[in-house]
């Protein structure tokens, strides 16, 4: 309570200033790294940037896609008839002619009551489906409508939460640029991520590592455009490759000659151009195929094709830095996964505590701001930290 004055407000004070002053505490939390740069803390415009899903206040039962809501339907249906079944047996309790005994009748009435329940269920969620069908991400959450279900690292496991995107300085471990996003995956994040990152350090350049999830090459395109250097693996998601025949990596290009050596020794040359989801794709072919005896490990095609992106050469330099700097992963996790697990520990259990996207942001500004101070007080010692604030 010492930054406060020893002042002692009660939650209902700090939850209306929170409410209240949102714009304001997201400039704090920038303002706050600006004073670490001028500390001299982010002397080195690296980061590593990842991203990590933090549980939305909306249970996964409040959440409906179309795949939850035909689950959902195929076991009403299924305990419908359990239950009819069950009625079956309780009217053959009885013969014909007699008065049914008061537990059959018990039995009747609640399995009713079950079925009555099940028909209204049924009806909810055939109103929630047109809703789910008129998002544009068909998807809709009840409690708090901006958080999506995101799948996790736990294979068949998922939450109902937001993708927080932080980059940390790879000396100091200082969040210097974070974001709260609703979107599930990382793949269209890296771009915003370091050019924010970059203008928060006023730097000309500066070196990004990500993992393997932030791998897009129009991304990697528009950070090598900012001057962002960016070292991150290449997914190997070759269908030949897991049948056990050559991929991709197994044909070399050759830049002087702009042809692709395969395994074999022959060379492929362009021979077409074609567009491919909004890209350019150069197509390498060669018609030595048919003949060559190593046919069947390769294609299963008349002849083997090569696809090439027209700037895939930007790509090719985030790999070849990775390779000339192995260790450069070890750092990202190192660096940028720490912080994570720091917030989610002050956080508990429950991660977020606000409803929409706006007000988790600036919740999750304030978080950044106390690991950030915390952070530097560590380093600095409160004395010289506080002297630094006031000059």
Not at 155 to 180: C, F, K, P
């Amino acid at each position: 309570m010492w930054l406060t004055g020893r002042l002692a407000p009660d939650h209902k004070t700090i939850a209306d200033f929170r409410k209240d002053n949102g714009s304001a505490i997201k400039k704090v939390c920038a303002r706050f790294v600006e004073l670490c740069r001028e500390m001299g803390l982010l002397a080195k415009a690296s980061v590593a940037i990842d991203g990590s899903k933090f549980k939305a206040v909306n249970s996964r039962d409040n959440n409906f896609t179309q795949g939850k809501i035909q689950r959902r339907r195929k076991q009403i249906e299924e305990s419908v008839a359990r239950y009819m079944s069950q009625l079956d047996t309780a009217d053959r309790q009885t013969a014909a002619g007699e008065e049914p005994s008061e537990t059959v009748l018990l039995t009747k009435t609640r399995l009713k009551e079950k079925l009555a329940k099940l028909e209204e269920e049924v009806k909810r969620l055939a109103a929630i489906e047109k809703a789910v069908l008129a998002s544009p991400d068909k998807q809709i959450s009840l409690t708090d409508p901006d958080c999506r279900s995101m799948a996790t690292s736990g294979r068949g496991s998922g939450m109902v939460a937001y993708n927080v995107q932080s980059a940390v300085d790879t000396t100091n471990h200082l969040i210097v640029a974070h974001e709260v996003t609703n979107i599930g995956t990382d793949r269209s994040q890296l771009a915003t991520m370091a050019q924010a990152a970059k203008a928060a350090l006023r730097s000309d350049s500066l070196d990004v590592v990500a993992d393997r999830g932030y791998f897009k090459g129009e991304e990697i395109l528009a950070c090598e455009q900012a001057g962002v250097a960016v070292t991150l693996p290449k997914p190997q998601t070759s269908g030949a490759k897991s049948a056990g025949r050559f991929g991709k990596p197994d044909f070399v290009y050759l830049a002087k000659d702009d042809v692709y050596r395969c395994p074999a020794g022959e060379k492929l040359a362009h021979h077409f151009t074609a567009d491919e989801d909004g890209q350019k794709m150069r197509i390498y072919l060669t018609k030595a195929c048919r003949t060559c005896p190593l046919k069947d490990r390769c294609t299963t095609a008349n002849e083997r094709r090569i696809k090439r992106w027209e700037h895939e050469h930007v790509a090719e330099a985030a790999q070849a830095r990775l390779d000339q700097n192995p260790q450069a992963m070890r750092v990202r996790r190192e660096t940028v996964e720490h912080p994570f697990a720091t917030l989610k520990m002050r956080m508990g259990a429950t991660h977020f505590l606000m409803k929409t996207l706006p007000k988790v942001a600036t919740e999750m500004a304030l978080h950044v701001l106390a690991y950030n101070l915390t952070r530097v007080m560590n380093i600095f010692g409160i004395k010289p930290f506080l002297a630094a604030i006031r000059a």
